[in-house]
């Protein structure tokens, strides 16, 4: 079971951006592809993006595409999450998670299928 921790989150105004942060640890951090997903005020759990095991791949919800970048740094066992133009819609708890995955397998962010979770971290978009 890989642990994670996210950090980054904060209030910012409609048009900023903030840059999310996963730590993992505990497992081979390669074994794992990371989502990230979000989770609104009185909204379900929705995928934001994710990234394959070996980074060579990466998905994005139509909502936050052009908008949101997703990297991972192997060395460092961390996944980020790049977000600009933010919009009010965008806030919520977001929370990284993972997956075993063959390497190259691509991933898909629903939320069902990833069954390691960190904490979550809050993001507000607000004037």
């Known amino acids: 079971q890989l642990q994670l921790v996210e950090s980054g989150g904060g209030l910012v105004q409609p048009g900023g951006s903030l840059r999310l942060s996963c730590a993992a640890s505990?497992?081979?951090?390669?074994?794992?592809?990371i989502g990230w997903f979000r989770q609104g005020p009185g909204k379900e759990r929705e995928g934001v993006s994710c990234?394959?095991?070996?980074?060579?791949?990466?998905m994005y919800a139509d909502s936050v595409k052009d908008r949101v970048t997703i990297s991972r740094d192997k060395a460092k066992n961390m996944v980020y999450l790049q977000m600009n133009s933010l919009k009010p819609e965008d806030t919520g708890i977001y929370y990284c998670a993972a997956r075993v995955m063959a390497a190259t397998e691509e991933c898909v962010a629903l939320a069902r299928f990833w069954p390691d979770w960190g904490q979550g971290t809050q993001v507000t978009v607000s004037p």
């Open positions: 505990g497992s081979p951090f390669d074994y794992y592809a």
């Open positions: 990234i394959s095991r070996n980074g060579g791949s990466a």
